[in-house]
């Protein structure tokens, strides 16, 4: 992968905090996750992944390539992994709020296309886990309001959402997320760099429960972040590809809409196609997205093109995209039209959260002496 443009997965809305990212360890970070790499490719069973997103919609190429094509490599290198379809962190959201249910489905659906295996991971909603959640209060006990009000990324949020006012859940979801990771003890946790502060509260709580409650039993591990670079896909208008923006290309499109769709992408009016993401980022953007998909660089697919204009680069980019996401594509009409099965996985993902939260929980009540 062309390190020259890639930006840390999952760089949602606190991409644009870009300048924190020294004072919050990336590069620290970064050369823990390759020694992280090491580690996972000599012995994956001693990992536990945590992962998950918000159900706001269907996924689409940036997410991809971003994220999801890494927890189905970490699952199939045999890493165990939890999936956590964050409900709980949608519910201001009212135009999402409102079909929730349709939402969570698409995630499942959008899971399984691209490959994560039920039988070896879980997919679970963590409104559905009352364990995992009452970890929250103990956990609340444990940060001041000073550190929440610092927290970049959910100031970030908060300064671009559309919501008048803050609500508690909102200042209070990094704990919440912490909950989603600890109630698993995951030890690892792949991130993008606007989710850096996040898991660092996750350890600065499993350290402080372990200072205050800990009687010399350690009850949480301390997870790190697996931060891995991810190709900076531009949407179809040459800013970040976005469900909110409009100009994204979704795993879920077809065929004619994929086509229509990058038709319509931005390009520029130089007739020779070369690879230049500082100079020429639409074409270069596209480029890249053909060449993820080929398994080729982008300087291999833009000398094909050579001098053949942008309208054949585009009908590279179609043919590219349609035929990667052909089989994946097949996979979710195919589990679409069994909706019982969405459940039925749903179910069987949130009954084994359940049970490892009820344990947890169990452990934190006996630290805590609060058994009655
Ligand atoms: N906040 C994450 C996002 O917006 C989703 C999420 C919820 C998450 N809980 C998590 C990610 C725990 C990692 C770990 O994408």
Redesign the pocket.
Same mark, same amino acid.
Do not use: E, K, N, P
């Given at each position: 992968m062309n390190s020259a443009v890639t930006q840390t997965e999952?760089a949602?809305a606190g991409a644009s905090a870009a300048p924190t990212a020294e004072v919050l360890g990336t590069s620290a970070a970064q050369a823990r996750s390759a020694v992280l790499e090491e580690l996972i490719r000599k012995d994956p069973g001693q990992f536990r992944v945590?992962?998950? %997103?918000?159900p706001t919609g269907r996924l689409h190429l940036g997410h991809f390539f971003g994220t999801l094509h890494n927890r189905v490599r970490l699952q199939d290198l045999g890493v165990e992994l939890f999936v956590?379809i964050?409900d709980y962190?949608v519910l201001t959201d009212r135009d999402v709020a409102d079909d929730l249910i349709r939402h969570v489905e698409e995630l499942v659906l959008d899971y399984l296309a691209i490959g994560v295996d039920p039988a070896r991971s879980t997919i679970f909603t963590?409104g559905a886990v009352p364990a995992l959640n009452q970890l929250m209060l103990p956990f609340l006990s444990l940060v001041s309001v000073s550190e929440l009000n610092r927290n970049p990324t959910v100031k970030d949020e908060i300064s671009h959402s559309r919501q008048s006012a803050v609500s508690g859940l909102m200042f209070t979801?990094p704990v919440?997320?912490a909950a %989603?990771?600890l109630f698993c003890k995951a030890n690892l946790?792949p991130?993008g760099q606007d989710?850096l502060p996040?898991?660092e509260l996750t350890r600065t709580i499993a350290r402080r429960f372990h200072d205050r409650y800990g009687s010399g039993t350690v009850v949480f591990p301390q997870p790190e972040a697996l931060l891995s670079s991810a190709p900076l896909l531009l949407g179809t208008d040459g800013t970040k590809m976005s469900k909110s923006r409009n100009n994204a290309i979704t795993l879920a499109a077809d065929v004619d809409e994929t086509a229509r769709l990058i038709k319509g992408a931005k390009t520029d009016s130089e007739r020779h196609i070369s690879y230049d993401p500082a100079t020429r980022p639409e074409v270069s953007s596209l480029l890249l997205l053909a060449a993820l998909c080929q398994g080729r660089t982008p300087e291999q697919v833009a000398a094909d093109i050579g001098s053949a204009g942008a309208a054949a680069l585009k009908k590279v980019v179609t043919e590219s995209v349609n035929e990667y996401l052909a089989p994946i594509r097949a996979r979710r009409a195919e589990y679409g039209q069994d909706r019982a099965h969405l459940r039925d996985v749903l179910r069987a993902g949130n009954e084994r959260a359940r049970a490892v939260a009820d344990a947890t929980l169990a452990e934190v009540r006996a630290a805590m002496n609060t058994c009655y």
């Open positions: 999952d949602g945590l992962t998950g %997103d918000r956590v964050a962190q963590h979801y919440h997320q %989603d990771i946790v991130v989710q996040h898991l």
